[in-house]
């Protein structure tokens, strides 16, 4: 059990009230307030240390006592009894003020980090270097004034306590970890999708396309919850959304490797609902608003497709030339000699291959043709 609920639960617990009164008797304990000290004594079940004494008082005479009063004339069971409820009643008093010494006091704006159990060193490295290149991507900027200073570290839980400075820096730690999970959620879609299209027997060269559209989905979903983070906590800088990009990945890798972020123990409901729920990863949706649209990122340079171009036959064009210096010749008196010379000069024309329609037909007159 991680030390810092441990300690929460010994402040919440009546530890006065585990002081059982026992009174002895000729032989045996007359014992008192017994309800009171069962209730006490349940609000401490979750603690592991503490399992024996409550389970040896649970199976006494005085566990199924409905009363609150016992006279216990077994010496024996009354011994077994009074020593079992002042082992509890000390273990806890000496516990709670050990604790009280050894964890720091709680601060506003630390994140409560849960990584996996390490199964080296090398694996432990790995974790906290992601761990630290995300958070220095993302709360420690200019305007979330935040920080990335270890408060505390608890080894028998593998917990970090990480202060991150300001409560800006605390909702970005939190709107992050949401957009992470939306990325790995996708990622898991996608994968159990490869499954599936696998499992069809298609081609190599289908299921290569196939994976190219999820992974292209993907970078999009990464741009549009980046560009959501920069318009909730930084104030629309669009400098800062390539920025994100790297952070959101790393802390996608770092959910896939079981790692756990949560907000403070005290931190407001709104606050807390920044943070996604871990059991329910396959259902959390993203939050970047449908209605208005993440600017999409610049296309690379395409070549130019070869255009094909749907031209008229020559010999109308030709025709359509024989006629226009006439026209001209009526309009104007008269014409340089250098345009005379060219336009007396007959254009040399290549007999058709196929007969040319008259220039008032139609594709749908019937022509009789020479041969």
């Known amino acids: 059990m991680r030390l810092r609920n441990l300690l929460s639960i010994l402040e919440n617990a009546d530890l006065d009230g585990l002081q059982l009164k026992a009174k002895q008797l000729d032989t045996g304990y007359s014992f008192s307030d017994i309800q009171t000290f069962k209730k006490a004594m349940e609000s401490l079940s979750a603690v592991p240390v503490f399992e024996a004494p409550i389970s040896a008082l649970r199976d006494s005479a005085m566990g199924a006592e409905e009363k609150d009063y016992l006279d216990q004339r077994n010496q024996a069971q009354a011994e077994d009894i009074k020593e079992s409820a002042a082992a509890l009643f000390h273990g806890a008093r000496a516990l709670l003020l050990t604790l009280r010494q050894l964890m720091p006091a709680d601060a506003a704006n630390v994140l409560n980090i849960q990584i996996p159990e390490p199964v080296n060193i090398k694996k432990l490295m790995y974790v906290c270097s992601k761990l630290e290149k995300t958070l220095q991507g993302s709360v420690v900027g200019d305007y979330t004034k935040g920080k990335s200073a270890i408060c505390h570290i608890d080894p028998a839980a593998n917990w970090i306590e990480i202060d991150v400075g300001t409560?800006?820096?605390?909702?970005?730690?939190?709107?992050?970890?949401?957009?992470?999970?939306?990325?790995?959620?996708?990622?898991?879609?996608?994968?159990?999708?490869?499954?599936?299209?696998?499992?069809?027997?298609?081609?190599?060269?289908?299921?290569?396309?196939?994976?190219?559209?999820?992974?292209?989905?993907?970078?999009?979903?990464?741009?549009?919850?980046?560009?959501?983070?920069?318009?909730?906590h930084l104030n629309g800088n669009g400098g800062q959304m390539e920025k994100l990009k790297i952070p959101i990945k790393l802390m996608a890798d770092l959910i896939k490797d079981g790692v756990r972020v949560y907000p403070p123990e005290d931190a407001t409901d709104n606050v807390k609902a920044l943070f996604p729920d871990y059991d329910k990863l396959g259902e959390i949706e993203s939050r970047a608003p449908v209605k208005k649209k993440a600017p999409e990122p610049e296309p690379e340079p395409q070549p130019e497709e070869p255009v094909e171009l749907d031209v008229q036959p020559e010999p109308i064009e030709a025709e359509a030339a024989e006629e226009a210096p006439e026209e001209k010749a009526d309009e104007a008196p008269e014409a340089p000699e250098a345009d005379k010379s060219k336009a007396e000069t007959p254009k040399p024309v290549t007999e058709p291959k196929v007969p040319v329609l008259p220039k008032q037909a139609s594709f749908n007159d019937t022509v009789d043709l020479e041969v």
């Not at 709107?175 to 939306?182: C, E, F, G, I």
């Open 167 to 232: 409560e800006a820096a605390l909702c970005l730690a939190g709107d992050l970890a949401w957009s992470a999970a939306v990325v790995y959620g996708k990622y898991q879609e996608a994968k159990i999708f490869e499954e599936h299209v696998r499992a069809l027997k298609l081609k190599p060269e289908s299921l290569e396309d196939i994976k190219k559209g999820q992974n292209e989905a993907i970078v999009r979903l990464i741009h549009m919850e980046s560009h959501n983070l920069v318009e909730r």
